[in-house]
């Protein structure tokens, strides 16, 4: 059974510090992982993906990815209220299907 | 790039009513849709995976006479939940993968469909 672990949080910040989101999968064939964030009410949003170990960084984000570890994190750098929204860890293991975490959930405190 | 369509975003009905769901790559084309149905705070939960020209292929649990897939072309997968009952009130949202030859391609999400059965 593949999975991907998050914890479900709440996870709260104050504005302008750093967010730190954290997934582990279990599928030792997993080759591709993504970060979605899905605000209350609306569907998830692709908004960083990764696919070799090491940092790959988009402008506030950062995702981090150590297969060793079976580990993906999300960082958020200067955390704004806006970032306050679920996210979701997915990984995919060269099949068409994604396995998702049931996200956590990200409040950022103005 | 990667825009999934998804209509009607909204629907209220009557319990015993058929609703249809469309879902549209717009610019790519897609051999795999997913549709996942999303109750309040709670988690995203697949129920179909959509293939191009095939048989859907459903989660455990989930009513293939009930939810019926068809994924006619490339680019449009429905949903009709048929003779919906109030339990089926829900998020639905369908997504989509590109179709490339690599596999590490992420699903691109329509923006979901709310409905509400009285």
């Known amino acids: 059974q593949k999975e991907v672990e998050q914890n479900s949080g709440p996870l709260s910040v104050p504005e302008g510090a750093i967010a730190s989101l954290n997934c582990t999968y279990s599928?030792?064939?997993?080759?591709?992982f993504f970060w979605y964030r899905q605000y209350s009410g609306k569907s998830p949003e692709l908004i960083m993906s990764i696919y070799s170990n090491g940092d790959k960084e988009d402008g506030r984000f950062t995702a981090q990815l150590n297969k060793a570890s079976q580990y993906v994190s999300l960082l958020i750098r200067d955390s704004q209220p806006s970032d306050s929204a679920t996210y979701l860890c997915a990984a995919g293991a060269g099949s068409y299907q994604l396995t998702f975490g049931k996200g956590t959930k990200l409040s950022v405190i103005p | 790039g990667a825009v999934v369509s998804q209509h009607p975003s909204w629907v209220i009905c009557k319990s015993g009513t058929s609703v249809k769901i469309e879902c549209r790559s717009l610019d790519f084309q897609a051999t795999t849709m997913f549709w996942y149905r999303q109750f309040p705070k709670q988690s995203l939960m697949l129920m179909a995976t959509s293939n191009e020209g095939s048989k859907a292929t459903y989660e455990q649990g989930v009513e293939k006479d009930k939810f019926l897939i068809n994924h006619a072309s490339l680019t449009l997968s429905t949903l009709t939940v048929t003779s919906a009952h109030p339990e089926d009130s829900s998020f639905y949202i369908c997504s989509a993968r590109l179709l490339r030859g690599d596999s590490n391609q992420p699903q691109h999400f329509g923006d979901g469909t709310r409905l509400s059965i009285l």
């Open positions: 599928d030792r064939g997993s080759q591709s």
